[in-house]
DNA sequence: TAATTCGCTAGACCGA
DNA sequence: TCGGTCTAGCGAA
C-alpha cells in the first residue's frame, strides 16, 4: 500500500461542513510525502474520505533519551530514516503506571525500521496495522452511524453517534466453467456462466449460447460477457459482493480469463480488479470501494467454533445445515458433467437453472449468516472484511485492544517464536470428566454451568495483570486452587471486557423473549447476542493460546482448576443430597433421579446456586427419561466405562447422541444409520428383539451385496502434504490411487473412500468412492456394523454370536 | 501463521 | 499371528 500517487486532495481549502454518514472500513494510502487513512463511507452511496494521519509506536526510555533517539537513524533501500518526532507518555505497562516515549514515523512501512535501530528499548504497538490503529485511535465502529465534518474529501473530525439498522447493497455471484479435462484450466477453458442475485431481488445468468431461459442474457462470446458482469456491478452500485469460494476460485479464474482475451476485469469502484490478500493460509480477495465477503472462510470460522457440522464444507451442506433447506438444484447437475451439459442443447437448459440457483442460494446463505458477522464487525471495531476471515483469536484480540486504548494500557507483544514452543510444550491441565458406570438408566437430570469459564473469569478478576497484586492483601484476593492470587479491588481488563460481553448479551437475551419471533428485530437481536456468545467463549482459549498477546499460564490454568473445582464440589454436594452422580464432563453433571422428584433436584439446583459466586450460574439442561452409557475396549485390560459417549431420550422422545460413530463423519453411514436405528429400537421402544433383526437385516443386505456404494464410504480429511504422511492410512492410500488415476485430490481434501475386494490390507482395499467398483461385504460386517451396534448390545447382554447368522443361513458366509 | 484440553478409536507398524 | 505402541482423525465440552 506505499503506492505514492499524486495527492488528489487538491480542495484542502473549502469550508467544513457537519454531516452524518456510516463508517464502514479504512487502509491507507502514500500521497506524495504524507500518508492518509483513507475511509469508506456510505452515505447514499458509498464514498471516500482521506485523513492526515502519523504512524507512531512506544519505547521504553527515560524523558533524557528523548533527543537522541529523535536523531536515531535507520535505512529504508539506501534511504534514511528518521523519526518525525518523540513524545513522552504516561501509559499503563503490565498493569502499572509507566513514563514512555511516543514515536512517530512519516510512513507506515518506517515504523518497522525505526524500532530496530532503537533495539536497545523495548518497543511496543509497532505492529498494529495502521488502519486499526487509526480506527482504534479513533473510537469509531463499523456500520455504527458517525457524525463528521470535512473540507472536499479530506476529513476534518469524526466522532461514532449511534448504531443504527444498516442496509448494504448486496450481490451474490457465481461463474462456472469449462472442464473437459476434469479441473478447468484458466488459460484455455472458458467461463461459460456468470450468474447473480442481489438483495433488491434482482437475479440474472449472463452467458454465450442460448439456454432457452429468460433469466438469461445472451452474449458475443466470453470476452462480452465478463464485461458485462464487470457493468452490472457498476450499475447495481454493488456494496457488498457475496459469493462462496470466490477469493480462491471464482475471482482469480476471471482475472484469468479477462487476461487470457484482454478483457478489462473492473470490479472496483477505481475500476481496478482486486487485491489478494493474505489470510493465514488462505487468500482473501479485497475489491476496492466494495466489500467483499468469501462466505466459505464464514463457514469454516462456524465449523471451528462448534457452531456448524458438516462433514464437508461445500455450499451445498452450508445451505442446508443453515439455511435449513435443501439445494433446490444441486442433485440434479454432476460437476464433472458440466462440460458435457453445456455441449449438449438439451442439457444447457438445465445448467442455467443450477448456476442461476447457486447465486440464488449464496445469497440466502449470506443473508443467514452475515448478520452475525456484522454484530462481530461492530462488535471487535473490525471491518467486514476482515471480521470473515478473522479467527476467534484475531477477534478477541481486537476486542482487548480497543479496550487497552481506552483505559490508556499498552498492548502487550506478541511472543517470539521460542516464547510460543515454550508455551506450547507446557501444556495446562484442562477440565475434568468422570468415568461413568455403563448401562442403562432411568429417570436423570442434566445440569451446566451457564458459561463455565467466562463465569470464572468474571467472578474471580482472572487477569494477567491482577495476578499477584500489591494493591490487596492476602486474604482479600481471589486464591485459585493451583495457589495463584487475583486482586480483588482492581479489575483487570479481560474481565472488564469479558463482563460487558456477558451483560449485554443477558439484556439481549430478555429483549428477545419479548420480540415476536419472527420480525426483522428478533432476527437482529439474535445476531448480536449469538456475536457476543461466540466472543464470550472464545476468552479461556485466548488467554491459553500459545501466540496470544495476553497469554498467561496462571490465568489458565486457574480457569481450569477452578472449572475442576466447581463441578466437583457440585456433585459431592448433589451425593449429600441424595442423587446418584452418574457422569461429569467439563460443566454438565448428569445425575439419577432415584427416588428424588423432579422438585428435588430443581431445590438442588437451587441450593447450589444460593451458594456460587454472583455470576456463576447452574442451569437445568434437561430431565431424561432415559439414558445409556457404554463400555471401551482397554487394551490388556477388562473393559471400563466410555467418556464422551452417550445417548439420552427426552420427555418429548428426542434422543440427545454424543460421540458414538453415528456423529461422526470418519463412519459409513450404513453402521451410522443401524447404529441409529439400534439405539432408537431401544430406547425409545425398548425392544431388544427388534434391534438384534434391524442388525441381522442389515448385516444381510450387505452380503448379498445390496447396499450402494454412497452408503458405505467412510469421509476422511487429509491434513497434511500426501508425502509427509508417517503412516498410509486408508484414506491416504485412496487419495495417492486417485492421483494416480489422474484425479485432482487437493491438500486438505475430505476423501471418501470405500473398502473393495482388492488388496490384502485394508489400505489397499481402499478406493476413492467414485472409482470404487465393488465393496467387501466382510470387512463392513466386521468393522463397521458389529462394533458399533455391539457397543450398545452388549449393554443388554448380546453377543456378537446371536447377530450373526446361525443355522441353515451360515451357508451364505462361504458363499459370498 | 492464527482459541483450549480431554478422550476414543482405527489401522499401521514392529518385534517376537 | 499375536499384542503392544504409535499416528492420525474426529468429537465433547
Not at 26 to 47: I, N, P, Q, S
Request: glycine share 6%; charged share 30%; proline share 4%.
Amino acid at each position: 500500500m506505499e503506492n505514492r500517487g499524486k495527492s488528489p486532495l487538491s480542495d484542502e481549502s473549502k469550508q467544513p461542513k457537519q454531516k452524518k454518514a456510516f463508517f464502514i472500513s479504512a487502509d491507507y494510502h502514500v500521497y506524495g510525502e504524507r500518508t492518509y487513512v483513507r475511509l469508506l463511507m456510505k452515505g447514499r452511496r458509498f464514498f471516500r474520505l482521506y485523513k492526515f494521519c502519523e504512524p507512531y509506536f512506544y519505547i521504553d526510555a527515560p524523558e533524557s533519551q528523548a533527543q537522541k533517539i529523535l536523531s536515531a537513524c535507520a535505512f529504508d533501500k539506501g534511504q534514511q530514516i528518521r523519526p518525525l518526532r518523540v513524545e513522552p507518555v504516561a501509559k499503563i505497562l503490565f498493569g502499572k503506571e509507566k513514563k514512555l516515549l511516543k514515536v512517530f514515523a512519516k510512513y507506515p512501512f518506517h515504523v518497522p525500521p525505526l524500532k530496530d535501530t532503537l533495539k536497545e528499548y523495548q518497543a511496543y504497538e509497532f505492529n498494529i496495522p495502521f488502519a486499526k490503529r487509526f480506527i482504534i485511535d479513533n473510537g469509531l465502529e463499523p456500520f455504527s452511524l458517525v457524525t463528521y465534518s470535512r473540507r472536499g474529501r479530506i476529513l476534518d473530525s469524526i466522532v461514532s453517534s449511534s448504531a443504527r439498522p444498516i442496509q448494504l447493497r448486496t450481490m451474490a455471484f457465481d461463474i462456472e466453467t469449462y472442464n473437459p479435462a476434469g479441473v478447468p484450466r484458466p488459460t484455455q477453458d472458458p467461463i461459460i456462466m456468470i450468474s447473480y442475485a442481489t438483495n433488491s431481488g434482482k437475479s440474472g445468468l449472463l452467458t454465450w449460447r442460448d439456454t432457452g431461459k429468460d433469466f438469461a442474457s445472451i452474449l458475443k462470446g466470453e470476452k462480452e460477457m465478463i464485461e458485462e458482469f464487470c457493468r452490472v456491478v457498476k450499475d447495481e452500485d454493488v456494496e457488498l459482493m457475496v459469493g462462496y469460494n470466490t477469493s480462491q476460485f471464482d475471482l482469480p479464474y476471471l482475472q484469468a480469463r479477462a487476461s487470457a482475451l484482454g478483457a478489462k476485469l473492473s470490479l472496483g469502484r477505481d475500476k481496478s480488479s482486486f487485491k489478494l490478500a493474505q489470510r493465514g493460509l488462505r487468500k482473501e480477495a479485497k475489491i476496492q470501494g466494495r466489500i467483499h465477503a468469501d462466505l466459505y472462510s464464514v463457514v469454516q470460522f462456524l465449523g471451528i467454533i462448534g457452531a456448524l457440522k458438516v462433514s464437508k464444507y461445500t455450499l451445498e451442506n452450508a445451505y442446508r445445515e443453515l439455511v435449513g433447506k435443501e439445494s433446490a438444484t444441486k442433485s440434479l447437475v454432476k460437476k464433472l458433467a458440466i462440460w458435457q451439459m453445456w455441449d449438449d442443447e438439451g442439457q444447457r437448459k438445465l445448467l442455467a437453472e443450477y448456476s442461476h440457483n447457486d447465486s440464488l442460494e449464496t445469497l440466502e446463505l449470506a443473508q443467514k449468516i452475515l448478520p452475525v458477522e456484522m454484530q462481530l464487525s461492530r462488535i471487535t471495531k473490525t471491518p467486514l472484511f476482515d471480521v470473515v476471515s478473522s479467527t476467534t483469536g484475531q477477534l478477541v484480540e481486537s476486542l482487548l485492544m480497543r479496550a487497552s486504548f481506552e483505559h490508556n494500557q499498552i498492548v502487550p507483544n506478541k511472543p517470539g517464536e521460542q516464547e510460543i514452543r515454550q508455551r506450547t510444550a507446557n501444556m495446562i491441565q484442562g477440565a475434568f470428566v468422570k468415568l461413568p458406570t455403563p448401562g442403562v438408566y432411568e429417570n436423570l437430570v442434566v445440569f451446566d454451568f451457564r458459561g463455565l469459564y467466562p463465569s470464572i473469569i468474571c467472578s474471580h478478576n482472572i487477569d494477567p495483570y491482577t495476578l499477584n497484586c500489591s494493591d490487596c492483601g492476602k486474604e482479600e484476593s481471589h486464591l485459585s486452587p493451583q495457589g495463584h492470587r487475583f486482586c480483588s479491588k482492581k479489575k483487570g481488563l479481560i474481565p472488564l471486557v469479558l463482563e460487558g460481553i456477558m451483560e449485554g448479551r443477558a439484556g439481549l437475551k430478555d429483549k428477545l423473549k419479548k420480540l415476536p419471533k419472527e420480525s426483522q428485530e428478533y432476527a437482529d437481536v439474535f445476531a448480536q447476542q449469538q456475536a457476543l456468545k461466540i466472543l464470550a467463549n472464545s476468552y479461556y482459549g485466548y488467554l491459553a493460546y500459545a501466540r496470544s498477546r495476553w497469554y498467561s499460564r496462571a490465568c489458565g490454568e486457574s480457569v481450569t482448576a477452578w472449572g475442576r473445582h466447581y463441578i466437583t464440589e457440585t456433585a459431592a454436594k448433589a451425593q449429600d443430597a441424595g442423587f446418584n452422580v452418574l457422569y461429569i464432563d467439563t460443566d454438565s453433571l448428569f445425575l439419577l433421579l432415584g427416588n428424588k422428584t423432579k422438585e428435588d433436584a430443581l431445590a438442588f439446583m437451587k441450593k447450589v446456586n444460593s451458594q456460587l459466586p454472583e455470576r456463576m450460574e447452574l442451569e437445568l439442561e434437561a430431565f431424561y427419561l432415559r439414558g445409556m452409557f457404554v463400555t471401551k475396549k482397554v487394551a490388556g485390560e477388562g473393559d471400563t466405562g466410555a467418556k464422551k459417549k452417550y445417548a439420552l431420550l427426552d420427555e418429548q422422545g428426542r434422543i440427545k447422541i454424543r460421540g458414538f460413530e453415528l456423529v461422526r463423519r470418519d463412519w459409513s453411514k450404513i453402521a451410522k444409520e443401524t447404529q441409529s436405528r439400534v439405539l432408537n429400537a431401544i430406547l425409545k421402544e425398548g425392544s431388544k428383539e427388534k434391534a438384534i433383526q434391524i442388525v441381522k437385516d442389515t448385516i444381510q443386505a450387505l452380503r448379498e451385496g445390496k447396499v450402494p456404494l454412497e452408503d458405505l464410504a467412510v469421509y476422511t480429511q487429509l491434513n497434511k502434504d500426501p508425502d509427509k504422511y508417517l503412516i498410509t492410512s486408508p484414506e491416504l492410500a485412496a487419495a495417492k490411487k486417485a492421483i494416480k488415476a489422474g484425479k485432482a485430490i487437493d491438500s486438505e481434501a475430505v476423501i471418501a473412500f470405500v473398502i473393495t475386494k482388492s488388496g490384502a490390507s485394508i489400505s489397499e482395499k481402499a478406493t476413492v468412492l467414485e472409482m470404487a467398483k465393488d465393496y467387501d461385504a466382510n470387512y463392513y460386517i466386521e468393522h463397521q456394523i458389529l462394533p458399533s451396534v455391539l457397543k450398545i448390545l452388549r449393554e443388554l447382554g448380546v453377543t456378537e454370536d446371536d447377530l450373526k447368522f446361525k443355522g441353515k443361513q451360515t451357508g451364505l458366509e462361504g458363499f459370498f
